[in-house]
């Protein structure tokens, strides 16, 4: 498996978190299965190599698309794939939506759209391009310039939520929201309802997602769960037990000692 992320531009880097690349071998004899979790920002994603089936259920599959939009989430997602795959994407942070497309977040949360319906004519080729292209180098080049051309179509000012997003990103879920409220000199319903827009989440259910992606970055670290759970701010290692398997569809442990499927890749970042 290789995986690999790139930094964005510096003209993109308000609205873009890094480009990234995966690779991977698969057969009918050893299919791949990827799990999706929960994530507060959405990927634009494109399959230059192989097709994803997701699945369902246990005997109910859909073909996912070859290129699209997979917007932020609370939901567990799982794909399945039997040949050699390579998957090229972009992370967002999760205000770009609204910014780069012209739509609130709170449209697209927990859905997938493909490229064509989500842009319409301004798809202008982006996929072609994106999977003719040599490399990885030149698809971050190709999207780059497309994401460039997008931001100078917006008329959409940075409002004040944009700040206080990324500062829930930054003290990863733990901010509380009546002082963020505040901040904004706003009452809590409408500080609520601007957030969600350009989220897509309540600000509550944004920091849980905020401080569940926390604790997956803290693999590695020699950490006892229980102390992991404590580190990220859940109140006992039920409440932490709950939520993980909530927005990942494994316990700890078994995300842990990477016995969950899918999870073998995150030993290549």
């Not at 039997?82 to 697209?108: D, M, T």
């Amino acid at each position: 498996m290789k995986y690999l992320t790139i930094p964005p531009p510096p003209s993109l880097s308000k609205y873009v978190r890094f480009f990234w690349m995966l690779e991977g071998e698969a057969s009918i004899e050893h299919p791949y299965i990827h799990r999706a979790m929960a994530d507060g920002s959405a990927e634009l994603v494109f399959h230059y190599n192989g097709i994803f089936d997701e699945l369902i259920s246990n005997d109910k599959t859909i073909k996912s698309f070859t290129s699209g939009l997979d917007a932020q989430s609370d939901k567990v997602k799982r794909f399945s794939i039997n040949q050699s795959f390579g998957i090229f994407g972009v992370y967002l942070f999760p205000y770009a939506i609204p910014k780069l497309f012209s739509i609130p977040a709170s449209e697209l949360t927990n859905h997938m759209l493909d490229l064509k319906t989500l842009l319409g004519k301004n798809e202008n080729g982006l996929e072609e391009k994106i999977m003719l292209a040599k490399n990885t180098n030149e698809r971050v080049e190709i999207l780059s310039t497309f994401l460039e051309q997008q931001l100078l179509k917006s008329h959409l000012a940075p409002p004040g939520v944009f700040e206080t997003i990324n500062d829930i990103i930054q003290t990863k879920g733990t901010t509380n929201i009546d002082a963020l409220s505040e901040r904004n000199f706003l009452s809590r319903r409408q500080f609520e309802r601007n957030f969600k827009r350009f989220s897509g989440f309540s600000p509550k259910v944004f920091s849980r997602i905020m401080r569940f992606q926390n604790v997956l970055q803290d693999l590695g670290n020699k950490k006892t769960l229980t102390q992991i759970g404590l580190d990220a701010g859940y109140a006992d290692q039920s409440h932490f037990i709950r939520e993980f398997k909530m927005f990942s569809g494994y316990t700890p442990k078994e995300y842990f000692l990477n016995k969950g499927e899918g999870t073998e890749w995150r030993e290549t970042k």
